[in-house]
């Protein structure tokens, strides 16, 4: 019983490289996953030295600690942004299932954006092709989150701390002050701030894909009744 019990223990040959060939192909399964996890779409920001005043500029609008509450002057205010936000919500819930969540990114969202002076529209088109609103997204070139931004940037207008681009306020608020920092630099232009953004200024792959999806996605007309 001995001998037949250790006989049907033993693999032959051919069974050994079958169950080695199968431990490879879900060893290089598990890292593709992982790697498609982890990838995002995004180019990767260009380090340029600053100015002393606009490193400063930049620091202090990223070390504000209020909170991302919106203050609304009337009653109109308050209900066309209930509106975007109900509307925003139904569109983001395929890729944010959780309620709570949802809402607090687009909260979120809606605050850095507007104080940042950006469409909030085009930011969310920007998350979508940089990161398919996935928080801990990681490109190829190691940019962060869901505004894919770059780790160099704590260093020079944050705290030094790279893992904050992974908590979501941080992250849209470095998104929204980078992407003013570019419009200025570049007056304005759109085009080329986008291009600055990815790290591509002057091709056109990012910015079309960019306003694409803001236009085809989240474009947004506020009901007559909240309209100014």
Excluded at 22 to 41: H, K
Excluded at 61 to 86: E, Y
Excluded at 185 to 203: H, I, K, P, Q
Aim: aromatic share 10%; charged share 30%.
């Amino acid at each position: 019983m001995l001998r037949l019990r250790g006989a049907s223990m033993k693999q032959s040959e051919p069974d050994r490289c079958y169950e080695l060939r199968r431990r490879c192909t879900l060893a290089l399964l598990g890292s593709a996953a992982l790697v498609l996890v982890r990838e995002a779409r995004a180019g990767a920001q260009i380090y340029e030295p600053l100015a002393d005043a606009v490193r400063n500029a930049l620091a202090a609008q990223i070390a504000d600690t209020r909170p991302p509450v919106r203050n609304f002057d009337t009653h109109q205010g308050r209900m066309a942004f209930v509106d975007w936000l109900d509307a925003m919500s139904d569109r983001l819930r395929a890729r944010k299932a959780d309620d709570l969540t949802r809402l607090d990114f687009l909260r979120t969202l809606d605050y850095e954006a507007t104080r940042a002076g950006l469409d909030r529209q085009m930011v969310l088109g920007l998350i979508q092709v940089e990161s398919a609103f996935r928080k801990y997204a990681i490109s190829n070139a190691g940019a962060r989150g869901y505004m894919q931004v770059m780790p160099f940037w704590t260093k020079v207008i944050g705290d030094g701390d790279a893992r904050r681009l992974f908590d979501m306020r941080a992250n849209l608020r470095y998104g929204c002050v980078i992407l003013r920092h570019y419009l200025d630099l570049e007056n304005g232009d759109l085009f080329l701030a986008l291009g600055r953004y990815n790290g591509s200024r002057g091709r056109r792959e990012y910015p079309d894909a960019v306003i694409d999806a803001w236009k085809k996605n989240w474009s947004y007309e506020p009901p007559e009744k909240t309209r100014a």
